[in-house]
């Protein structure tokens, strides 16, 4: 059973960084994707950035192109979201989810979901 636990969340400062970590444990497949999802509140929970860890694959959702950073260190079985320049805007609930497949990427469509770290940035 895979299990995410996110950490690095807090309030900061417009401008600031953040990088947001996702521990993975319980990992066996090979064609393994983890990504960051994001939730404001009254708003819907919005895909953000993808990394595939056989191949490295990143995708990014359009509004954080340019901003936001996916990694993974897979000898930690660790994943990143390193986010500059942060914006009133991108406060929100960030999660950690992870299937074990690369299909669909940008979809809500992943098994195993972490509980969230809360991103707070003030103007």
């Known amino acids: 059973q895979v299990q995410l636990v996110e950490s690095g969340g807090g309030l900061v400062q417009a401008g600031g960084s953040l990088r947001l970590s996702c521990a993975v444990s319980?990992?066996?497949?090979?064609?393994?994707?983890t990504a960051w999802f994001r939730q404001a509140p009254g708003k819907e929970r919005e895909f953000v950035a993808v990394?595939?860890?056989?191949?490295?694959?990143?995708e990014y959702a359009d509004s954080v192109k340019g901003r936001f950073t996916i990694s993974k260190d897979s000898a930690k079985n660790m994943a990143y979201l390193q986010i500059y320049s942060l914006k009133p805007e991108d406060t929100a609930v960030y999660s950690c989810?992870?299937?074990?497949?690369?299909?669909?990427?940008?979809?809500?469509?992943?098994?195993?979901w972490g509980r969230g770290t809360q991103v707070t940035v003030s103007s």
């Open positions: 989810a992870a299937k074990n497949n690369v299909a669909a990427l940008t979809t809500q469509d992943y098994t195993y």
């Open positions: 319980g990992r066996t497949s090979t064609w393994f994707s």
């Open positions: 990394v595939t860890w056989s191949a490295g694959i990143t």
